[in-house]
């Protein structure tokens, strides 16, 4: 009996394992809201086209690139942080898009 209360209470103390986050960052007035992202690796960005034009999601940096593709009025994209560094992201339709990543481990 006194076994069991003493597993119980070891069982009840440890940390939650963290969950992973969604943050989403809003396509409006031509620009990324907000511009810079601090995330963990794991986490995802969900891009929702808040606009009355296209957008899209263009990483040029080395070893983090992908093109999501264009990105209609009213949709969203994800775009999965699998893992740790800095990024930029840009929209190949308007050149002053732009927005930071960090993701942390
Ligand atoms: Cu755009």
Do not use: W
């Not at 103390?13 to 794991?42: D, F, H, K, W």
């Not at 990105?71 to 800095?86: D, E, F, W």
């Amino acid at each position: 009996m006194r076994r069991c209360l003493g597993l119980a209470l070891l069982v009840t103390s440890l940390p939650l394992a963290v969950e992973a986050a969604e943050i989403t960052v809003r396509m409006a007035g031509a620009n990324y809201e907000p511009a810079t992202v601090q995330a963990r690796a794991g986490d995802q960005i969900v891009f929702v086209n808040d606009d009355g034009v296209d957008h899209d999601v263009f990483v040029p940096t080395a070893g983090f690139g992908v093109d999501l593709g264009k990105q209609a009025p009213g949709t969203t994209s994800v775009l999965p942080l699998a893992k740790p560094g800095r990024f930029e992201v840009e929209c190949v339709f308007h050149a002053q898009m732009h927005l930071e990543v960090l993701v942390v481990e």
